[in-house]
């Protein structure tokens, strides 16, 4: 599978709780984190629905 940098560069303070919960179980803990993940289905779903708070860069 395909792997992707994502980094959080906007705050998920003042947005809704599935936002907010889906930046958790992306498994970002601070603003500009940047995490490795593998693009799986569910993985992209996530992303997709807060991509407006995320920088993504394929590897």
Request: glycine content about 6%.
């Amino acid at each position: 599978m395909k792997k992707v940098r994502i980094t959080q560069i906007k705050s998920g303070i003042g947005r809704h709780r599935r936002q907010k919960a889906t930046l958790t179980a992306l498994g970002f803990k601070r603003l500009h984190q940047t995490l490795e993940v593998e693009l799986s289905p569910s993985v992209q779903g996530m992303i997709e629905s807060v991509k407006h708070l995320l920088r993504i860069e394929e590897i």
